[in-house]
């Protein structure tokens, strides 16, 4: 007669939290989302077409291209009000963008079979961000024991983050996403005894092992800013 011996859910060592000690970040920057040719106005009414490449603090002056791939650098001043408003804004947009202006990291906590993530933003800059969300998508895989394949069991989220402030620090917890081994109730011909605590019982349904499931990191998407009506999107890659 078979006899499985289930440990118990309350055993100390489930509940031992386990947080890494190195606080990722994702460093690559993407900001191809303000470089596109934008009709502006010259302080003597004249249009030009230019694409902002970048912005220089020291110089106060922006990094433009014009539709025949000509690039110099031009003062905000040279432009008129309503497009002064927009380089503005193009900066605001900018530093959202740049880890080292919002800096995004964060740390892998596993308990008791569940991995959760604790997100940390840092606003360095000097402008507050409002109605900020924050979408997120953990990456799980499950090794499938029965078919020797793996699977894609990535978990969807979403946090309302609201105002992070100038100079401020923010954290924010995903939910729990399950990390273990998983099983499934088969049938067995002949009664097993099954002990838990200080009890027993017999039963004909028990459980087989049939994957491990495995987190691999997370993706974020932080919405931010508007430039132009248009919400700025920064994606965040955390491995492991």
């Given at each position: 007669m078979k006899v499985i011996r289930y440990k118990k859910w309350v055993l100390p060592r489930l509940f031992m939290l386990m947080?890494?000690?190195i606080a990722f970040q994702a460093v690559a920057e993407d900001f191809?989302?303000?470089q596109k040719p934008r009709a502006f106005t010259l302080l003597d009414d004249k249009s030009v077409t230019l694409k902002i490449l970048d912005w220089n603090p020291q110089r106060k002056k922006f990094h433009v291209e014009n539709n025949n791939g000509k690039r110099v650098w031009v003062s905000p001043g040279t432009f008129i009000e309503a497009d002064q408003s927009y380089l503005k804004e193009w900066i605001s947009a900018h530093w959202f963008l740049s880890n080292n202006k919002l800096y995004v990291s964060a740390k892998r906590e596993a308990r008791g079979g569940y991995v959760s993530y604790n997100?940390?933003?840092y606003n360095k800059t000097s402008v507050d961000y409002a109605k900020v969300s924050m979408n997120y998508e953990v990456e799980r895989?499950?090794?499938n024991y029965e078919t020797g394949g793996e699977e894609n069991k990535n978990v969807p989220g979403k946090i309302f983050i609201g105002?992070?402030?100038a100079g401020s620090h923010?954290?924010?917890?995903?939910q729990p996403v399950r990390a273990s081994e998983t099983y499934?109730?088969?049938h067995s011909t002949e009664p097993v005894r099954v002990t838990s605590g200080v009890g027993y019982t017999y039963t004909n349904e028990v459980p087989r092992k049939t994957g491990k499931e495995k987190v691999n990191g997370i993706r974020l998407k932080l919405l931010g800013p508007k430039l132009d009506n248009v919400r700025?999107?920064?994606d965040v890659h955390i491995d492991k």
């Amino acid at each position: 007669m078979k006899v499985i011996r289930y440990k118990k859910w309350v055993l100390p060592r489930l509940f031992m939290l386990m947080v890494s000690l190195i606080a990722f970040q994702a460093v690559a920057e993407d900001f191809s989302q303000l470089q596109k040719p934008r009709a502006f106005t010259l302080l003597d009414d004249k249009s030009v077409t230019l694409k902002i490449l970048d912005w220089n603090p020291q110089r106060k002056k922006f990094h433009v291209e014009n539709n025949n791939g000509k690039r110099v650098w031009v003062s905000p001043g040279t432009f008129i009000e309503a497009d002064q408003s927009y380089l503005k804004e193009w900066i605001s947009a900018h530093w959202f963008l740049s880890n080292n202006k919002l800096y995004v990291s964060a740390k892998r906590e596993a308990r008791g079979g569940y991995v959760s993530y604790n997100v940390s933003i840092y606003n360095k800059t000097s402008v507050d961000y409002a109605k900020v969300s924050m979408n997120y998508e953990v990456e799980r895989i499950w090794d499938n024991y029965e078919t020797g394949g793996e699977e894609n069991k990535n978990v969807p989220g979403k946090i309302f983050i609201g105002l992070i402030k100038a100079g401020s620090h923010r954290d924010f917890q995903t939910q729990p996403v399950r990390a273990s081994e998983t099983y499934k109730m088969i049938h067995s011909t002949e009664p097993v005894r099954v002990t838990s605590g200080v009890g027993y019982t017999y039963t004909n349904e028990v459980p087989r092992k049939t994957g491990k499931e495995k987190v691999n990191g997370i993706r974020l998407k932080l919405l931010g800013p508007k430039l132009d009506n248009v919400r700025i999107i920064r994606d965040v890659h955390i491995d492991k």
